[in-house]
Nanobody, 116 residues
Framework: QVQLVESGGGLVRPGGSLTVSCAASGSPLVINRMGWYRQAPGKERELVASIIRSGNTYYSDSVKGRFTISRDSAGTTVYLQMNSLKPEDTAVYYC??????????WGQGTQVTVSS
């Protein structure tokens, strides 16, 4: 099973930037897809961005043009660069990973708060 550890959350002012990271570990470590989800209080968890092994990416409409998902060369650490942050981006951000056999894992989440 894949273990995921997120880091990099925090408090940022509107219009600011923040990068969150997610490091995967486990054996064997083969990942088909990694993604970032978020869950705001009282709302359902939603997909924000994802990246698959080929490098293709997906972004939700709400973050397109502001957020960038990337990964390291080993494909085991994924980053979410968040620019032009808005108060509505405030949420717990969760990393996910899916193996070729379809097994999914979640990180513990990292809080991102956008407030002046």
């Amino acid at each position: 099973q894949v273990q995921l550890v997120e880091s990099g959350g925090g408090l940022v002012r509107p219009g600011g930037s923040l990068t969150v990271s997610c490091a995967a570990s486990g054996s064997p470590l083969v990942i088909n897809r990694m993604g970032w989800y978020r869950q705001a209080p009282g709302k359902e968890r939603e997909l924000v961005a994802s990246i698959i092994r080929s490098g293709n990416t997906y972004y939700s409409d709400s973050v397109k043009g502001r957020f960038t998902i990337s990964r390291d060369s080993a494909g085991t650490t994924v980053y979410l660069q968040m620019n032009s942050l808005k108060p509505e981006d405030t949420a717990v951000y969760y990393c996910s990973a899916t193996t070729p056999s379809g097994i999914g894992s979640w990180g513990q989440g990292t809080q991102v708060t956008v407030s002046s």
